[in-house]
């Protein structure tokens, strides 16, 4: 069954930071990865979407890459920003969607 | 992207009654929809897999007579929690996926339920 990590569980930077969020997976068999932000109390917001033959996808401040072989994903933010607190959490898709246990992000101002 | 919508977003009832929560995409049709349920800070743990017009796959440990799920048309998929007590009392969130070749999963805004 596919596991899916994330670390660190939890990440407090200064406004201005850039910084890297790991999502790692057991089972390279996976059709894609996808990135999501989830504020509290609300849904979640799909971020960036890596295809299985993808490295990389980029969207603004964000870029988020993988490496199936050593079954690794990072989604690293640039120029941290308050408005960026949330939990960011990642999805391997197999046969099923299977999600980490997310990453708590407090920018402080 | 594609939008989902849940509704209702905060519901709360007495314990014994039954609460129905519904799940629609509204750009788009979605053959399969999930459901998940999440504590709080911890992450989603999908409940079922919802198909239209056929019977909902569970998972294991979620009670499919407590969780009934309803897939009747592509846009629609409905969660109801039958006879709800406090322990039921969590964050639901529904996904879809319009079915593309990216597989792009898109989710509703989740619905808060407690139950009294």
């Known amino acids: 069954k596919q596991e899916v990590t994330q670390i660190p569980a939890a990440l407090s930077v200064p406004e201005g930071e850039n910084l890297v969020l790991n999502c790692s997976f057991t089972?390279?068999?996976?059709?894609?990865l996808q990135w999501f932000r989830q504020d509290p109390g609300k849904g979640l917001t799909s971020l960036l979407l890596?295809?299985?033959?993808?490295r990389e996808q980029t969207s603004g401040r964000l870029n988020a890459s993988l490496d199936k072989s050593s079954g690794r994903s990072t989604l690293y933010i640039a120029a941290s920003q308050p408005g960026d607190s949330a939990t960011y959490l990642c999805?391997?898709?197999?046969?099923?969607?299977?999600f980490g246990t997310g990453t708590s992000l407090t920018v402080i101002p | 992207g594609a939008v989902v919508s849940q509704h209702p977003s905060w519901v709360i009832c007495k314990s014994g009654t039954s609460v129905k929560i519904e799940c629609r995409s509204l750009?788009?049709?979605?053959?399969?929809m999930f459901w998940y349920r999440q504590f709080p800070k911890q992450s989603l743990m999908l409940m079922a897999t919802?198909?239209?017009?056929?019977?909902?796959?569970?998972e294991q440990g979620v009670e499919k007579d407590k969780f009934l799920i309803n897939h009747a048309s592509l846009t629609l998929s409905t969660l109801t929690v039958t006879s709800a007590h406090p322990e039921d009392s969590s964050f639901y969130i529904c996904?879809?996926?319009?079915?593309?070749?990216?597989?792009?999963?898109?989710f509703g805004e989740g619905s808060r339920l407690t139950v009294l």
């Open positions: 089972d390279s068999a996976i059709y894609n």
């Open positions: 996904s879809a996926t319009p079915g593309t070749d990216t597989g792009e999963l898109f």
């Open positions: 999805a391997a898709t197999g046969n099923q969607f299977y």
């Open positions: 919802s198909n239209e017009g056929s019977k909902a796959t569970y």
């Open positions: 890596i295809q299985s033959s993808q």
């Open positions: 750009d788009f049709q979605a053959t399969t």
